[in-house]
């Protein structure tokens, strides 16, 4: 995927790609919110996937895979797209590609970048995460959870964890793309590259991309 460099200002540039990107954050497309597979479809279609086409995804499919991930999907409230416990919305999710490393900020629906190069391979233990076009890792952000003790910040941040990958499962479903959620992660590894504090604890990774043999 091609990301629009403007080094040292505020002001936004229009790329090829139809995005836009301040210093340091690269704004996305504005969600396709309207269309797709019925639900009862998707769920049908629903499954994991363990091997991935290299192409990189378009910068609008890219865009709603973020947003029905953990966008939001109530302004007026900033709510999201996926439920979390006691509203802290506690979980990050994070874009690994091979441009670079980048953290979702659903607010804004803009990537913010954490890391250049292509840590993908840290993103997992299975060959294929090192070629899958997107690695999405979800964080938890335990000094959000306010008032929780340390096992209910485990159970709640992986029980929300598990909400926005299904969200990412059955928006793949109707877009076609291939889908595999994974727990086997170098998690201090990863933690060490995305530049993660003691507070915040890998919890899940899930690689996207299209289906091999697939024509775009």
């Excluded at 609008?60 to 900033?78: F, H, I, K």
């Excluded at 490393?101 to 233990?125: C, E, F, M, N, S």
């Excluded at 340390?150 to 598990?162: L, N, P």
């Excluded at 889908?179 to 507070?199: F, P, Q, Y």
Aim: hydrophobic content about 45%; proline content about 6%.
């Amino acid at each position: 995927m091609e990301w629009w460099r403007v080094a040292g200002v505020l002001m936004m540039s229009m790329t090829g790609s139809g995005m836009a990107q301040e210093t340091g954050t690269t704004r996305l497309l504005p969600p396709e919110t309207a269309g797709g597979m019925p639900l009862m479809q998707a769920l049908q279609a629903r499954h994991s996937t363990r091997a991935f086409g290299g192409q990189p995804l378009p910068p609008q499919l890219l865009s709603n895979l973020l947003w029905a991930a953990n966008g939001v999907n109530r302004p007026d409230s900033g709510q999201r797209t996926a439920p979390s416990a006691r509203d802290w919305r506690e979980i990050d999710v994070y874009v690994t590609t091979a441009d670079g490393a980048y953290r979702y900020d659903p607010p804004a629906h803009a990537l913010i970048k954490v890391a250049a190069g292509d840590i993908r391979h840290l993103t997992g233990a299975q060959d294929f995460v090192v070629t899958a076009p997107v690695n999405l890792v979800y964080v938890a952000d335990f000094d959000r959870m306010s008032g929780a003790g340390v096992e209910d910040k485990m159970f709640y941040s992986a029980a929300d964890a598990g909400f926005v990958a299904q969200n990412v499962y059955l928006y793949c479903a109707s877009a076609g793309l291939a889908v595999v959620v994974r727990g086997l992660v170098d998690r201090e590894a990863l933690g060490a590259a995305l530049g993660l504090g003691r507070h915040q604890r890998v919890v899940l990774a899930q690689s996207v991309g299209y289906p091999v043999g697939a024509a775009k």
